[in-house]
DNA sequence: TTGTAAGCGTTATCAA
DNA sequence: TTGATAACGCTTACAA
């Protein structure tokens, strides 16, 4: 690899020259600015990155954590973020946390040494008063994920309002038993507070209540959906139809569903969530709730960028719309 | 951030020492590395990464390149590579190259300025001439992709092998018009070159003579499954059974067989490749050909990593086993 | 077994 | 408008 040195030595100019036209700083005359180009040029020189961060400048690079790579939602918007920031001149560091608060604590030391410049962050494992002193270091954004109180910006979706929606859908179709399942808890507060609230405002406005029983917590993956399914054949007093966390488990749950004769939407409709490409190759197609994944990490994504640009710049957040896409199987 | 000296410092050492027990080199007496490791505990420290790096020391951190996330089998391969890299104190920088060739080249380059130890690269865009001059910076290991004649340790498939069962287990069912979808061309050489040859091998074999009509090349997406089973259908002369290039062409291909009335496996049998979570969800569920995408992620990290430590290190290649999983479609 | 000092490739400061 | 020099945090000869 050729140094910043070489290309001094090359263009017969000093390191400092050299430094100007690297970083386009104004005070170097036409002429030796293309000496320098020039030499630069035929050495391929490129600049050591790791030099610049140890000199305290900014490293191009951004840090996103995701919980789980292998979760479509994530790998959209990761992919999403991923595209934004090349075309804008930043690299993405992709961190795995596996819902591991040790984990997620070692990528927020990136930002600690400088090895990326901020870090968006997809899902929370820490306390936040655990997450907030690492905002000394560097800007933190919060995508999908959001944290009352805190000083940064969150780029969020209305999951109240996607809930609702979904479920008000179910009782114009006349379902009154709505089950429902949550990847959190069914709690006041905490991980997806929201939608739950969004679950019973619309029921209680449609003057439903509530049976505890068709409450599933904590479902996540397909197999959950068919476990879920496989509880609601058992039951005597069977919900008609179920709104979902994802179409992972809705996706589970016609599976199970089928595998017993049970009609979809007839016998019972269910209703996913994220509207991921598999939602359309089940049987019936899947009615779902779309997140606007890629306007998320666009929107991440510039935001930070901003901040780097201008820390003093005032934290805002962010709320994406969300849509009901109905399909078949309610 | 504490450095190096604040915990020479507060230890009343020398820096040489607190390196030599960051590093774990022998000669430090058990008394002072305590009081080093004190120190450390107390400053919060961590070493700066840039500065190891800068000073040719190993970064910890692996490249791996792929060229879209959002596709299951990649995403489930760096899950793959990263949870190995990690367990192995390894980062992993995840480079998407969107099978765009500058893109590529952007990211080898960290290899040149010392961003990554090592690259593990899950597809090629460019010439191999273009890369080999890469490997003079640090060691690159292909996975899932191979170029003849290379010399770096490749981690792949017997390709050939999974199209020839699958073919073989159609003939055995009793088929004989068997059609052919590939995401890469129907040539000699080339992309997928091993899988067309596996087809036409099984076939041969039968005394089955290829139809042309029933070769379709360049296919990917869900949508390009829709589009296939669109031309067969306006076919006077139908092939009986499909063998496609991926679980998503295959899903697609069901999406439209339906949509017309056509019954799978019955009227038409279809074959998928990759065995993604999707594969069991679809009506009816895909017979499909399973990739040891785990196995392969976690060999080519350890690959890698022994190339670090041990670069004279003879490059071989790694060839995993691939299997036929029967369910409903065929 | 420990410490001193040089150097990795940059950029910022200061002087010319 | 240009250049010499110090400094970023770390490791490694070399010396003690």
Known sequence: MST???????????KTTVSRVINNHPYVSKEKKEQVLKAMEELGYTPNPSARRLRGQLTTTLGVIVPRIVNPFFSYLVNSIEQTAYHKGYQ????????????????????KTKQVDGIIMTAIENDWNIIQPFTDYGPIVLCNEYV????????????YKGTYIGVKHLIE????KIAYCTGGLFDEQGKDKDRNYGYQKALKEAGIVINPKWIFVNQHTIEDGKQVMKQILEMDDRPTAVFTGSDEIAGGMMI???GHSLRVPDDIAIIGFDDQPL????????????????????????VIIEMLHNPEMKTETYEMSIELVVREST
């Open 4 to 14: 910043i040195s070489d290309v001094a030595k090359l263009s017969g100019l000093s």
């Open 92 to 111: 993405v560091l992709i961190c795995q946390s596996n819902e591991d608060k040790e984990k997620e604590l070692a990528f927020l030391n990136l930002l």
């Open 148 to 159: 009352n109180h805190a000083d940064v910006p969150i780029i969020r979706l209305d999951q």
């Open 173 to 176: 179709k006349g379902h009154q």
């Open 256 to 258: 199970e569903a089928k």
């Open 279 to 302: 939602a359309e190759m089940l049987d019936p197609k899947l009615t779902t709730i779309r997140q606007p994944v890629d306007q998320m990490g666009e929107k991440s994504v510039e």
